[in-house]
């Protein structure tokens, strides 16, 4: 879900800054009689949104086959097993570079401004070292 919400913040600031038709806008995620069809997306965030999606989705797959305490030796529940690490592996790996980034930006910002950003960026270096 926070992927979900970190994407359509993302999307709200494309909508308001460079979107060249009608962009696509939270209100209209949320609404679903409004047709969202021919909107303009960042595509970035659609990305993002679809994978969250698929995440959620194979989660639940997973959780319930659990919960249904099937044998271990079936192979559609080993496919599954399989789809689901795969989508588990790009989650951590993007998520990953996600915070990393943003960490790198925290001391950039340090680095450039160091009367605002100090503390941040002196927290994320602390932090780093222990």
């Known amino acids: ?3 979900i919400i970190l994407a ?3 999307q709200e600031t494309y909508a308001v800054t460079t979107a060249m038709g009608d962009p696509m806008m939270a209100h ?3 609404s679903l009689w409004v047709p969202i069809t021919g ?3 960042f595509w970035p965030s659609k990305l993002m949104i679809l994978f ?3 995440y959620c989705g194979s989660a639940i797959i997973r ?3 659990h919960y249904l305490m099937l044998p271990p030796n079936n192979t559609i529940l080993k496919l599954i097993r399989f789809c689901s690490g795969i989508i588990n592996m790009i989650y951590a790996f993007g998520m990953t570079t996600y915070i990393m980034t943003l960490l790198v930006w925290a001391i950039l910002s340090a680095v450039l401004h160091p ?3 100090l503390p941040i960026g002196t927290g994320v270096v602390v932090v780093g070292l222990v």
């Open 1 to 3: 879900v926070v992927g």
């Open 8 to 10: 359509m913040s993302a």
């Open 28 to 30: 209209d995620m949320l």
């Open 39 to 41: 909107k303009d997306w």
């Open 52 to 54: 969250n999606v698929a």
């Open 63 to 65: 959780l319930t086959i």
């Open 115 to 117: 009367g605002s950003f």
